[in-house]
């Protein structure tokens, strides 16, 4: 029998074997910390560009030291059902699990494309288990907040297109990035009857419970802020619409001092670009850009990597984990993560380039 060497450091980007010796396969992922352990879900890939999309499904890992992680399988796997949502071959990213104080539930999240219609399909999904690590039962997918107005628009807005509106629209060319002519405030409308766009996401639980939903909409360009219902299963039919025609994706928010920090991406696709943060004192906002939170080299492409989460670190005082990935499409497993410590000018993140460290870099400064 192999006896695996017990880690006491992060590296960035190289190999992070868990257990059994093999290569975490968790990207685009989570933290959840539960009862003293830590539980890291994110997307199984396979080899090559098939593993892009969904053929295994959710995988999850536990650790009680944040180095090391014992792989604890399938939380979430895909269906063969032809009929069902998650079919093999669909699209599964950046799913999230959070549990629900009221209901004693693990809920997790994802952002779910239908196999076969590439990124048409732009729904959130949800699944449900009595343990942390699963298995999950898929519950359904939709597009969020269907029939609901933003809180922060004005009342003018809130209205269906005009049919010249909807023939403009029709006609651009909108690809999930930065389009000429894109239309702030169109698509929300577009969408108030069948529910809004919902991509690159992710979960945050705040001090009093309340769950919220942070997703990349409205073709990209515009990223919603939702709350959740009591039970965490579905939107409350409460958000609100910041940053438009920015294109933020790869949303990572955490709370600090009582301020919101929001942490994402510009739309690239695969390639990296610069990472931006933002400070609000309420969720609802104001939010105020900080800029680009990376410094030192290959700070302008985030280190080649993609913010995914934020992790407090319990018992450590101002100690933020930064989680990205560095993907690797044409290979899908060999993706890489990059855990960086996250430090502080007054209200201000910023993250550094380490090749390695470990904990006591928090205890130590």
Not at 173 to 184: E, I, M, R
Not at 187 to 199: H, K
Not at 275 to 300: F, H, K, Y
Not at 307 to 326: K, N, S
């Amino acid at each position: 029998m192999t006896t695996i060497a017990a880690l006491d450091t992060f590296y960035p980007g190289e190999l992070w074997p868990d257990n059994n010796g093999v290569h975490i396969n968790a990207h685009g992922g989570g933290i959840l910390l539960h009862e003293g352990t830590y539980y890291w879900f994110g997307e199984h890939k396979i080899e090559g560009t098939a593993g892009n999309a969904a053929h295994v499904g959710v995988h999850c890992y536990s650790s009680t030291d944040l180095y090391n992680w014992k792989d604890e399988g399938i939380a979430l796997a895909v269906s063969d059902d032809p009929a069902s949502d998650i079919v093999k071959g669909n699209v599964i990213e950046r799913p999230k699990v959070i549990h629900c104080a009221a209901t004693g539930k693990f809920v997790m999240w994802f952002h779910l494309e239908l196999a076969g219609q590439s990124y048409k399909a732009a729904r959130t999904a949800t699944a449900i288990s009595d343990t942390p690590t699963g298995p999950y039962k898929f519950l359904e997918s939709f597009r969020p907040n269907a029939g609901h107005w933003p809180i922060n628009v004005p009342d003018e807005l809130k209205k269906p297109l005009t049919p010249e509106e909807s023939a403009t629209l029709a006609a651009l060319n909108l690809h999930g990035g930065p389009t000429p002519g894109y239309p702030t405030d169109q698509i929300f409308r577009r969408d108030f009857a069948g529910g809004q766009m919902s991509r690159d996401m992710t979960l945050f639980v705040d001090d009093d419970g309340a769950a919220y939903h942070i997703h990349a909409s409205e073709d990209n360009g515009v990223l919603h802020i939702s709350q959740l219902t009591a039970d965490y299963l579905r939107p409350s039919g409460k958000y609100a619409r910041f940053f438009p025609g920015q294109f933020n994706e790869a949303p990572a928010l955490f709370k600090r001092n009582g301020k919101y920090y929001l942490l994402s991406s510009g739309c690239t696709g695969w390639d990296p670009n610069a990472a931006r943060s933002a400070v609000a004192d309420s969720i609802w906002g104001p939010w105020t850009e900080l800029g680009n939170p990376c410094i030192g080299p290959n700070a302008e492409l985030t280190f080649d990597g993609q913010a995914t989460h934020v992790l407090p670190v319990p018992g450590i005082p101002d100690a933020y984990i930064f989680l990205a990935d560095r993907w690797q499409p044409k290979n899908a497993i060999d993706g890489r993560y990059l855990w960086l410590p996250i430090d502080f000018t007054a209200d201000t993140p910023h993250i550094e380039w380490f090749n390695s460290w470990d904990l006591s870099y928090f205890t130590d400064r």
